[in-house]
Antibody, heavy 123, light 108 residues
Framework: QVQLVESGGGVVQPGGSLRLSCSVSGLIFSVYGMHWVRQAPGKGLEWVAFIRYDASDKQYAESVKGRFTISRDNSENTLYLQMNSLKTEDTAVYYC????????????????WGQGTLVTVSS | EIVLTQSPATLSLSPGERATLSCRASQSVSSYLAWYQQKPGQTPRLLIYDASNRATGIPARFSGSGSGTDFTLTISSLEPEDFAVYYCQQRNNWPPLTFGGGTKVEIK
């Protein structure tokens, strides 16, 4: 079955960095666009970033643009989120999520989600 | 950025009743709207995409309708497992992809 497993969360001071990973199994990772979505404690969902199946296109929310970088390794079936210059408002559970579409026909909806990894930015 | 406003914030209903949830967009999103269900401590689950298409494995009691700026998620007869928070999400004009603030369906 399809599994997405995030790792790399933790506690970091403001201004610090973290790298999240999302290991994907049970599907052909290289044909799907992937997203990161976050959820602050007790709050709603916020889309963070998208990467095309072949990494030729990347998009970011304004709130993280210039600080976060999404990437992928299709040979390792792994998605990444490099987070720099972290702020307290970045505190959230970060989910990786698979796009409903595939290859050039991304649909920009999320049909499989990981369990999430908690990032806490605090001094 | 397209803002999605969900109403009501909380819906108190009994099992077996019909639930009607609303999502209004600040500008037209055509039919490019999805609905998700999230139970406490769980990840979101895709229910409906492109306004009215049920995702794989979603029961027929869930249906979506609407286009432009006004959308509705209907649960025809609430089952105990349907009490959760529901979010709408648009993909018509992005980035960013945006979500509504959620509607909590609670047991009356």
């Amino acid at each position: 079955q399809v599994q997405l497993v995030e790792s790399g969360g933790g506690v970091v001071q403001p201004g610090g960095s973290l790298r999240l990973s999302c290991s994907v199994s049970g599907l052909i990772f290289s044909v799907y666009g992937m997203h990161w979505v976050r959820q602050a404690p007790g709050k709603g969902l916020e889309w963070v970033a998208f990467i095309r199946y072949d990494a030729s296109d990347k998009q970011y929310a304004e709130s993280v643009k210039g600080r976060f970088t999404i990437s992928r390794d299709n040979s390792e079936n792994t998605l990444y989120l490099q987070m720099n210059s972290l702020k307290t408002e970045d505190t959230a559970v970060y989910y990786c999520a698979k796009d409903l579409g595939h290859t050039i026909s991304a649909l920009y909806y999320f049909d499989y989600w990981g369990q999430g990894t908690l990032v806490t930015v605090s001094s | 950025e397209i803002v999605l406003t969900q109403s009501p914030a909380t819906l108190s209903l009994s099992p077996g009743e019909r639930a009607t949830l609303s999502c209004r967009a600040s500008q037209s999103v055509s039919s490019y709207l999805a609905w998700y269900q999230q139970k406490p401590g769980q990840t979101p689950r895709l229910l409906i995409y492109d306004a009215s298409n049920r995702a794989t494995g979603i029961p027929a009691r869930f249906s979506g309708s609407g286009s432009g700026t006004d959308f509705t998620l209907t649960i025809s007869s609430l089952e105990p497992e349907d009490f959760a928070v529901y979010y709408c999400q648009q993909r018509n004009n992005w980035p960013p992809l945006t979500f509504g603030g959620g509607t909590k369906v609670e047991i009356k």
